[in-house]
């Protein structure tokens, strides 16, 4: 150990902290889950389940000759969709030395309990957003993976059963209730396949957007945002750019710098699915695009997706309703993204509490929302 233990400099200089915050490096934007809270929460004030209701067939009826007697045979015309809570928490671990005897008074340039919570929340926030984009089902609904405690996302939502989707995966029920059988087509969105016959990827281009648009779009109901990363974005601006069809604006949201397609908001969320920007990330979870081989013979038939090929599932870009949508969060002041203050532990000074929430997502129209991937 040198004698004295400081020189000149340490013994006489206070070194600087500047600038006085702390710049996150870590963390992504996500816009989708901000217009999910805006525009689709509903408290769940408790229950064993969620349930929705919805109609899937017409009454009997049709055209008759005087005196032919009616069908007067009672059609069962009403189902429904179920969901529970999923759980998530971050925990925020702190020892009572730090933060009663070192990290105070007028020498503490950053609180380290308000810079440790305001992490956590980004934590948890992020781990929902990437949660929101993949599957709750647990394997054997039709799908390899056991995800049963994630929320029940978009990935399973924009689906006909049988078509795979981005992740591979198709979804026969959703809501578990049976796609194609006694409901018929009524939970279906098809997914698009924008890439080439021989499984590569494809380019997009105005007639794709306006179709897939359409698609998803009866009567005066339409998608009111589109949402892709950073890749897809950039190409869809590059379609409308020269078309003079693009106007960049601020979302009334989220207050990002995004435009407009119809009457849909085109937004980018950093954590979306892509081949170019995802990531399978070991801490928040996985949102890159992968390749997979589509085996079922049997597709949505307007889908585009070759049998039996390898895919390239390249970029993803979705309509969404948001209308349509309901973000379902406890109205518990802990399980709805509180705090749930420290509790020191058994045998030491350190001291943890956790950010928690009870949550899941529903649609409850499918068809008015649309996937597409397997864009170059």
């Known amino acids: 150990m040198p004698d004295p233990i400081l020189d000149e400099i340490n013994l006489t200089t206070l070194k600087e902290i500047y600038p006085r915050v702390i710049r996150d490096n870590f963390f992504l934007d996500t ?124 990935i399973e939502a924009l689906n006909d059963g049988l078509t795979e989707g981005w992740t591979g995966d198709r979804f026969p029920t959703y809501g578990e209730a049976t796609r194609n059988g006694v409901v018929g087509s009524a939970l279906n969105s098809e997914p698009l396949w924008v890439g080439k016959a021989d499984g590569t990827t494809g380019p997009i281009n105005f007639a794709v957007l306006e179709e897939s648009y359409q698609s998803c779009t009866i009567g005066k109901e339409e998608p009111n945002i589109g949402v892709g990363n950073k890749h897809v974005i950039s190409l869809i601006k590059e379609i409308l750019a020269p078309m003079q069809r693009f106007a960049q604006e601020k979302d009334p949201v989220y207050g990002v710098h995004s435009f407009r397609f119809n009457n849909a908001m085109i937004l980018k969320d950093d954590y979306f699915p892509s081949a170019r920007y995802g990531v399978n990330d070991p801490e928040l979870g996985n949102y890159k695009v992968a390749d997979f081989t589509s085996e079922n013979t049997t597709k949505g038939a307007n889908s585009n997706l070759p049998v039996n090929t390898l895919i390239k599932a390249g970029e993803v870009f979705c309509w969404f309703n948001t209308s349509t949508w309901l973000m379902r969060i406890s109205d518990d002041e802990e399980y709805g993204f509180g705090f749930s203050g420290f509790v020191p532990a058994q045998d030491n000074t350190r001291v943890v509490g956790q950010i928690k929430a009870a949550l899941n997502l529903e649609c409850t129209a499918p068809r008015l929302n649309k996937q597409l991937f397997g864009i170059a």
């Open 31 to 154: 816009p989708f889950l901000a217009y999910m809270r805006a525009q689709s929460l509903v408290p769940f004030g408790g229950g064993s389940e969620m349930h929705n209701t919805f109609l899937y067939a017409p009454m009997i009826g049709g055209f008759y000759k005087k005196g032919q007697n009616f069908n007067i045979t009672k059609r069962p015309t009403l189902a429904g969709m179920k969901f529970v809570p999923k759980y998530v928490y971050v925990s925020v671990p702190e020892y009572k030395e730090d933060i009663q005897v070192i990290n105070k008074g007028p020498l503490a340039v950053f609180s380290l309990i308000d810079t440790d919570l305001k992490n956590a929340m980004n934590t948890i926030t992020a781990k929902v957003a990437v949660s929101l984009m993949n599957h709750g089902q647990a394997a054997g609904t039709g799908v390899d993976s056991d995800r049963s405690e994630f929320i029940n996302g978009i």
